[in-house]
């Protein structure tokens, strides 16, 4: 997790807060580890920086390490923060609790650095686990007022104008869009920050066409180590590719690589299962209407 992960430790001792430091930076290696000498500087360090975990000495001048973690819990609620502490005991580890602390370690020897580093390294993945379930419900709880849009679209427009506007404001796709099949060629329905002047693309071309022939979902990480891949634009980087049953493709594409993970894709599919829904519905209701002619 190193090259990922943002700690701040905060004690008002200068060589012991560097100790701490270099010891972290050894057992979580590509780690950014900043420092601070007191809650003050801490809480100026965290305007500035983005931080996954914050450690924090007990006895320090002015604001301790209890009345730090409950400002950083007004802040934050979920913010991993371990009191690293020299001082221990019964009443300051019940207080920390209380308060919200993460994890409670005290200092007993350079092994404790380990432990801590450990510690740190599971406070944080349970953090992100936690805060990526959160967002994945928010946007499943989207995605159904999504589908209720779609199950009341008048026409093929409308589905795929209310399709775009929440693959990019809840899944956060910046370059998207939709396409369907004509005369053997993709034509773009509705799309988001695609090239205006791209052209289109036969049904047998690029990872669009090879979703929409196998009927499966496609996820490039790179596409420049993809065979399939035909980039409109030499900016574009990994994509993914969604069948929408029979009436074509969804893509959403990004400018770097491996931008787009399983949940991206399944979140994607979600959604294109409505389109195609709603895009079947919209058929059917056009047939009865010329039966009854």
């Not at 502490?85 to 019940?94: D, F, M, Q, W, Y």
């Not at 580093?117 to 928010?138: G, P």
């Not at 294109?272 to 009854?292: F, K, M, P, Q, S």
Request: hydrophobic content about 40%; aromatic content about 6%.
């Amino acid at each position: 997790m190193g090259d990922d992960l943002a700690v701040l430790c905060v004690d008002d001792d200068p060589e012991i807060v560097d100790l701490t430091a270099t010891y972290l930076r050894r057992e979580l290696p590509g780690a950014t580890v900043r420092t601070a000498t007191g809650a003050e500087e801490g809480l100026a360090v965290l305007e500035s920086h983005s931080v996954h975990c914050i450690v924090s000495d007990y006895e320090m001048p002015g604001t301790n390490g209890l009345e730090f973690l409950r400002t950083i819990r007004e802040r934050d609620p979920d913010l991993p923060f371990v009191l690293f502490t020299g001082k221990g005991s019964e009443e300051i580890a019940s207080e920390a609790i209380s308060a919200g602390v993460t994890d409670y370690l005290q200092k007993q020897g350079t092994e404790q650095y380990e432990l801590l580093a450990n510690r740190i390294d599971n406070a944080v993945s349970q953090w992100r686990a936690e805060r990526d379930l959160q967002r994945t419900r928010e946007k499943l709880a989207q995605l159904h007022e999504t589908a209720i849009r779609l199950r009341d679209a008048g026409d093929e427009d409308a589905v795929f104008e209310h399709a775009v506007e929440a693959a990019n404001q809840v899944l956060a796709f910046d370059i998207c869009g939709f396409f369907t099949v004509e005369d053997g060629e993709f034509v773009p329905e509705e799309v988001l920050n695609f090239p205006l002047d791209f052209e289109r693309l036969a049904v047998d071309e690029g990872v669009v066409g090879e979703t929409y022939r196998t009927k499966e979902s496609i996820r490039v990480d790179d596409v420049t180590d993809s065979e399939a891949a035909t980039p409109v634009e030499e900016t574009f980087r990994s994509c993914i590719s969604v069948p929408v049953g029979d009436h074509g493709a969804f893509q959403a594409i990004s400018t770097e690589a491996g931008s787009f993970d399983e949940s991206d894709v399944e979140l994607a599919e979600l959604l294109v299962a409505h389109v195609a829904g709603a895009l079947d519905r919209i058929e059917y209701e056009r047939e009865l209407e010329r039966a009854d002619e």
